[in-house]
Structure formats: structure tokens, C-alpha cells
């Protein structure tokens, strides 16, 4: 079933031309990657889907009470909003009533005497039960703290942008609706973030449409990617992988086509060249044909970012880092860490966020010192750092102004002089847009500028702190061939697992309180060996078990009998089960009288969780005691 249609959508600013007669349906059920070059316009179409921006003409059909929920690139909070409150937007009647009720926790926890308080609290609570909304806050709790946001209580305001990035997110995720519209979801969160967001998306019911450069995220999520190219949009079915088949083969019928118009061409020319002395319709039609022929407008061109950017020689000295250690407000990030760079390491640096990763790379580019340690930089060494902090930029310069303070001519790697002009170019910014100032670029342009700059200054070893965010995927497919290519050093950090699938051959792994791990191999192989050690403990200590609990079963059906310790424990087991069944009851009634307070509720949730586990395990020894009791007997009979 359709939910909503654009229809011949039109969209330009100023002389840029974004949509040029493009439709597009959404059905249920369709998860769509949208895709397409930073600046093409992917934000500005999810906005005239959502209704946040209007096209310049075209019309939208959707369908009657269609819910969207939209999380975008800059979500704005209220002030003074607790994350909680904060997650809780919307006009739904769930979400009104949710604001509601965390305003009554709230004022309850500050007058618990308060008669007046206390009717209000009784009241939204007998609203809660009635829509049933209680689960809808326990989702919002589970949600938040899957995204590492844990003090529900916190001020937004006080936030990191990540953090508050991640409450955007877990309030577009508990909303109801029918679309759901995200925005680089994957941006500011970590590897075991993502695999958990795949998982929800995998199981949601309802359709969904996103602008993400994830790839993997792609793959594993989209039935439909949706390529926005040159102010038009063209559909693939099937996931990331599909679409890459398919626009490939796309690319050779237009290649093909493109050879055969120009052999018609060529044809009709030999014709016109000829004369012909009598002008019929027939002549004139065939004339026609051929105007027409020479001034179609085929783009044969895929709409690459090429990078061709010579480097420095760089000596046998790299960089050699000597048991650093690193601390903050006594945490320790490093702990006597050591490695020496060698020239051909492509290393991707990988773990939580907050463990340390861009420390790292701040105390190699030597923009910080470390606790304890030193790091050393051999002579010939020439840094190119790609950092997070870009926002220093200043945005009044033109695009052109920008590059040129780095170099106004470089040389290629093929020894060819390049102007700061020609370079853009490559980078997708044509002669209009180098003279445009820089607050008019979209992030992602602004980030691909960034990257420009770096490169003009011809480093020989490349620091890169999350790449990937903001850069759309056909730069990041320049990129990885641009480091393919590169005769230095790349260490980066980065959660984008098809990227350091593509560029790693070591992952420095930070797995808390200051250790990191070093692995020889990509990402994939990182992980599966991560997971070979995960799952080589418990099968050691299984065979272990199993081994013993055989070995005791073989003397038991030997002796077939109790052991005294066993006939006093068959004796009680049942008396125990009933006592735990009721320490049980009474922790579920607590909980239910406890909701307005969290952390009480926290406490019993934990209770309640390992009394569970003491019940399972009674019954357990209960059934076994009883087996071996009934071949004992059948033994004696």
C-alpha cells in the first residue's frame, strides 16, 4: 500500500538545481538507503517529504493520518529539557501524556507530601495504565541506555553534541509512525551501536527511508536505494550490493547506446555533407533527426571525486611511540602503550567512544602531550590531520580563497602542476561554486572541502579522525582508492566498518582502562578473532564441565545412591522453591508500587532478575534429585 507520492518535485536555489521533475512513491514495508554526492540535494528532498521545506512545484499525495517521524542532522532541543522529557516530543497522545507524567515523577520526588502532588501523580498514572503507555517508557529507558546515554535526568543542554545526537535518535526510534526518516543515523556512534541499531531496524514493522555512507548499514537494512544524481533520481531494487550491480550495468547500456548515437551520428553527417537537392518532408525529417541526434545531452560520467595528489618522500624514520600513557579526571585512557610505524601500515583505530581513540591521535599530530611517555617524529615526516574539529573554517572566505592558503599549485602524483582551481574541480566544485562563500556549502561539501585542503599540503602520513561522517559514499569510494594508492602512512581512527575493511592491514583496538590491543589484518578479521577468544573461554570451561559431570554420573550409576549432603538437600528443595516463589511475588508487588522511583526500581529489576535465576536453578536441581530418587527405588524394587 502507497503511503505517500511526490510527483514531478521541482527544487532549485538560486541557479543550483537540485530535483528536475523527479517521483518518488513510499510503500509499506520499504526500507530505502538514499544515496548521492554531498550537495545533490538528499537532505532537502527527506525535508519536503516531512513538510519541514516546500518544492518550487510538483505536488505530494499522502495518505490520510500518515505519521512520520523525522531525526535530523541538527536536532534542537528545548531548554532546561531532561534527556527524558526530551525524547518525549510530538503531539500523540502517548508522547503528550509521557511529558506529563515525567513532569509528575518530578514534582512528586521534590513535595512527596504534597496532597495535591500526589492526586496529580495517581491520576497521569490511571492515564499511563489506561494507554497502556508504560511500556512505551520502559522502550525509551532500554533504547537510551543501548545508546550510552544512562542519567536519564541529565540536562540536554550540558551534553556533548554526540550524546545529544544519540537522545535525537532514541526519540525518533519510540515515537509511533508510520515513516520513519533518519538522518545519518550512524553519525556519533560506536561499532557495537550500529550492529544494535541494524538489528531494531531489521525487526521494526513500518517503512523507513534514510540518508546514511554506512555501507554495511546499507546492505544489511535497504530493499531499495534510491540515487540522487545530477537533479534526477533513479531507483535500484534490492540492498547496496544489488544496487552497485545494477547501476553498473545501467552505465554500460548508457555506454552502448551513447557508441550507437554516435555511429548514427557519423551516418547522418556522410548524408548532410552529400546535399540533397530536393528538400522533401522526408529529407527535412531526416534532418531533423540528426539536429536532434548531435545535441542530446548523454552524461556518460559516474559523478566521481578524482583525487590525484602527489606526497613528500618519507625516510625510514616514521613515527615511534614509547610506552605512553595517558589520564583524564583519573581515568586512564593509554596504559604504556608502545608501537613503531612502519611505512606501508594502513592502521584503523577502533572501540566505545570515550575510550581514547582520537587522544591517540592527538598526541601523534603532537596537538597534546601524554602523561607519561613519548612519542617521536622522524625528520622527513609530514602530517596530514583530518580531524573532527573543521568548525574553525572561516566560513566568509570563498570555496577558492580557502584552498589556495594551503597551495595555490601542487604537484600530482605523475609530476603534472595542478592548480588550486583544476583540483576543485575534481572535488566536485565547479567554477560557480568556487566562488561562493563557504556558508553556503552543505556539511557534507564543507567536510569534503576540508579533506581538499589537507590533501594539498602533500603529507606523507595521513592522521584521519572519522572520515566518514558527512562524507557521502562516492567520496568515501575516491578516498579508500586515493589510500590504495598512497605511498605513506595512514593511521585512522573510525566506527565505518566497509572503510576499514577496505583500507586497514592492523586495528589498534581500545578495550578499556587504558588497553589496546593490536591486530594484525582488517576490521572482519579483528572482530573474528575477537569473537574466536570470546567463544574459546566458555567451550574450555564447557568441556571442562562436561568432562566432570560424566565422570561423576558414570560413579553414580555405579553406586546409585544419595550422598548425605544430596538426601538433606531432596529433603528441603521443595520448601526452598516455595519460599523463593513468594520472595518473588513480593519483589513484583514492590516493582509495581515503585515506578515513580527509578532507581528503586533499577534495584528491584535487579533483584528480581538473579531471584529468577536461584528459582531456575532450584527447579533444576529439584528435577534431578527427583530422577536419581526414582532409580533408586526402582533399583531397590
Known sequence: MNLISLENINKSYGEKVLFDDISLGISEGQKIGLIGV????????????????????????????????????????????????????????????????????????????????????NRISEKMDALDAWNVE????????????????????????????????????????????????TNHIDDETVNWLETYLNSRKGSLIMITHDRYFLDRIANEILELYKGKLYSYEGNYSKYLEQKLDRLNKMEAKEQKRQSLIKSELKWIRRGAKARSTKQKARIDRFETLQNENVDLSNGKVEISVGNTRLGKKIIEINDISMSFDNKTLIDNFSYIVNRDDRIGIVGPNGMGKS???????????????????????????????????????????????????????????????????????PGALQYTPISKLSGGEKRRLYLLKVLMDAPNVLLLDEPTNDLDIETLNILEEYIEEFTGTVVAVSHDRYFLDKVSNRIFAFEGNGKVLEHTGNYTDYIDFHNSILEEAPNKEKKKDNHEKESRNNKREKTLKFTFKEQKEYEEIEGNIAETESALEEISKSINESSSDYMTLQELMANKEKTEEHLNYLLDRWMYLSDLAEKIDNKKS
Open 38 to 121: 554531498n550537495g545533490t540535494g538528499k537532505s532537502t528532498l527527506l525535508k519536503i517529504i516531512v513538510g519541514i521545506d516546500t518544492a518550487d512545484k510538483g505536488k505530494i499525495i499522502a495518505r490520510n493520518k500518515l505519521k512520520i517521524e523525522y531525526l535530523s542532522q541538527n536536532t534542537q532541543f528545548t531548554k532546561d529539557d531532561t534527556v527524558m522529557e526530551a525524547i518525549f516530543k510530538g503531539d500523540s497522545p502517548i508522547m503528550v501524556l509521557l511529558r506529563e507524567y515525567e513532569k509528575a515523577v518530578k514534582e512528586i520526588s521534590q513535595n512527596p507530601q504534597d496532597e495535591t502532588v500526589q492526586n496529580n501523580f
Open 138 to 185: 520502559s522502550d525509551a529507558k532500554t533504547i537510551l541506555t543501548k545508546l550510552g546515554i544512562n542519567d536519564f535526568e541529565a540536562k540536554v543542554e550540558n551534553l556533548s553534541g554526540g550524546q545529544r545526537k544519540r537522545i535525537a535518535l532514541a526519540g525518533a526510534l519510540i515515537s509511533p509512525s508510520d515513516i520513519l526518516i533518519l538522518d545519518e543515523p
Open 359 to 429: 587522544t591517540l591521535l592527538n598526541i601523534i599530530a603532537g596537538k597534546i602531550k601524554p602523561t607519561s611517555g613519548d612519542v617521536e617524529i622522524g625528520e622527513t615526516v609530514k602530517i596530514g590531520y583530518f580531524s573532527q574539529e573543521y568548525r574553525n573554517i572561516d566560513e566568509t572566505l570563498r570555496v577558492i580563497d580557502y584552498i589556495k592558503e594551503t597551495a595555490e599549485y601542487m604537484s600530482t602524483s605523475d609530476g603534472t602542476l595542478i592548480s588550486a582551481s583544476q583540483m576543485l574541480e575534481k572535488f566536485l566544485f
